[in-house]
């Protein structure tokens, strides 16, 4: 009885290791697919769709670190972003409030997010070679369209 239950749990390791890695490209190890992963999963919608596009593309270790440099760049934008998400007091005085001054405090800050998104994926996207890029385009299109259509 005891053999059986050692001989199922190691039964039960051994496929459910064997399946870990079932979704890699053939280009990139069963660890640069999972740190990929933990990085979607940590991300926000779009920077998830950018990585998992650019997951497909079998990229190289190198490109995988410029990838990761670069998400984290993002994303301590993002915080320091979120860190400054108070309410412009400045723009209230004792019987007005500054609408135009509220406007363009507004404004720059989210000038700020669309420029982290922009470098993000400029630098992503610089990594990737011509048949990459190719892929890569081929991939975000096709989950965004779906993604569209599913709305």
């Known amino acids: 009885m005891k053999k059986i239950l050692i001989s199922l749990g190691v039964a039960t390791i051994l ?12 280009g990139m190890s069963c660890s ?13 919608k779009l920077v998830g769709a950018i990585l998992n596009a650019f997951s497909k593309t079998a990229p190289s270790a190198e490109q995988i670190k410029t990838a990761k440099r670069a998400v984290e760049k993002f994303r301590d934008s993002m915080s320091e972003s979120k860190a400054n998400k108070k309410f412009p007091i ?5 019987t007005k409030f500054d609408k135009d001054l509220f ?3 507004c404004l720059k800050k989210s000038a700020k997010k669309i420029q982290s998104r922009v470098d993000l994926i400029e630098k992503i996207y610089s990594t990737l070679d011509e048949q990459q890029k190719r892929e890569f385009k ?4 096709s989950k965004k369209v779906l993604k569209e259509l599913m709305r």
């Not at 290791?17 to 490209?25: L, P, Q, R, V």
């Not at 400045?90 to 004792?94: A, H, I, R, V």
């Not at 081929?138 to 299109?141: I, K, M, P």
């Open 15 to 26: 496929a459910s290791s064997a399946f870990a890695c079932k979704n890699t490209n053939i």
């Open 32 to 44: 640069n697919h999972k740190m990929m992963s933990s990085y979607k999963n940590k991300s926000g």
């Open 90 to 94: 400045e723009t209230l005085t004792e």
């Open 103 to 105: 406007a363009s405090i």
């Open 138 to 141: 081929t991939e975000f299109a």
